[in-house]
């Protein structure tokens, strides 16, 4: 069930990290609980205000000193045919800079931003000069665990963060090389491995698939597993992602996950994990739990998506928050019994796409 106050944050809510910035985009935000109250960590994507017949956008050098590249929309050269990226001459540049900023609430609906806490990260580094992306959030005992996407010239990476009281931060820089994003840890160590999800992407051969990695101390990752790939002719068709943390339940490590068609069109799913063995897939999902059906989740900077990475559980019922078309932060529940209900076992999934049956 949606919020009914959706969206719960707009562009329009977020003041620029710096003078001459737009805020484009606030989106796909990392969800925690801390000193009693809801905290998310945001996505905020900004460039230039945009001059008649040109597109500028911002990128960092290695120290985090920021410069503005501007092209002529009218240049030869020049395709801008996706709203997230800029192309010229071969070189790919992304069309906003994003970094991360807290909000907090004590309803989980009202958020306004902290004044005693480190309010915004920004990239830093050769490999963040594009940015930071998506964060994940994940506490394990009393250290927050924070995966996030590292984008530069150099590719698109996974960075990690950790921190104690959301003040002082540990950069263990970047764990997963490129191409590799999506990823979020499980909330406690499993026959004494750490695991996560990720999401390398293949060229030519291979795909966008999400992988399971397991790990003695959440920097050195190994042991990997390609769990779960694309399914041509589903909603899930061209890439699927990982979303927050897995959630455990007596059927297993259930996880929702963001999956795209060939329209480029978002919706959310979930796969069920053995509880003891995460490499075995139980169940998944034929159809989309949520998908975009909302005008504030069908127009927008991106259209057409909703994506998530971070929720909380309270019992049977999962608090989502999500990004919605790439644009605004929104919110809804779910409910684990009937997320569960929902799913076909591996088993007949499997017959199902080799049949090529439909339900």
Not at 109 to 116: A, K, L, V, Y
Not at 213 to 218: E, G, H, I, Y
């Amino acid at each position: 069930m949606r919020f009914k106050e959706n969206p719960l944050i707009k562009t329009s809510d977020i003041e620029p990290s710096i003078e001459g910035l737009k805020v484009e985009c606030v989106l796909n935000p990392g969800v925690f609980k801390y000193q009693g109250k809801t905290w998310l960590l945001l996505r905020v994507a900004e460039r230039p205000v945009q001059k008649e017949n040109q597109i500028s956008f911002p990128v960092l050098n290695g120290s985090g000193s920021m410069k503005i590249i501007s092209f002529d929309t009218n240049d030869p050269d020049l395709d801008l045919s996706d709203a997230r990226l800029v192309k010229h001459k071969g070189i790919t540049y992304l069309s906003t800079i994003s970094h991360l900023r807290l909000v907090q609430s004590d309803d989980g609906i009202h958020f306004s931003e902290p004044t005693d806490l480190c309010a915004e990260i920004h990239g830093k580094g050769p490999y963040e000069t594009f940015g930071i992306e998506d964060c994940r959030v994940t506490q394990i005992n009393d250290t927050f665990y924070l995966t996030y996407t590292q984008v530069s010239e150099n590719g698109v990476g996974v960075g990690l963060m950790e921190t104690r009281d959301w003040v002082h931060f540990e950069r263990k820089g970047m764990i997963l090389p490129p191409h590799n994003k999506d990823c979020s840890l499980f909330t406690e160590k499993i026959n004494d491995n750490y695991y996560c999800f990720h999401r390398p992407s293949g060229i030519d051969i291979g795909g966008n698939f999400i992988w399971l990695a397991s790990s003695k101390n959440l920097t050195h990752w190994g042991n990997q597993t390609c769990l779960i790939k694309t399914r041509p002719g589903y909603w899930d068709s061209v890439r699927i992602g990982a979303g927050a943390a897995p959630i455990k339940t007596e059927r297993g490590w259930l996880s929702i996950y963001h999956g795209a068609d060939e329209n480029n069109r978002y919706c959310l799913g979930a796969l069920l994990l053995d509880l003891d063995d995460p490499t075995k897939v139980v169940a998944r999902s034929e159809a989309p739990i949520f998908e975009p059906i909302e005008e504030y989740e069908t127009c927008g900077f991106f259209g057409n998506v909703v994506f998530t990475n971070g929720h909380l559980v309270n019992g049977d019922t999962i608090s989502m928050y999500y990004g919605a078309a790439d644009e605004v932060i929104c919110g809804a529940t779910l409910s684990i019994s009937e997320i569960l209900h929902s799913l076909k076992s591996e088993v007949v999934s499997k017959i199902i796409t080799r049949l090529n049956i439909n339900f």
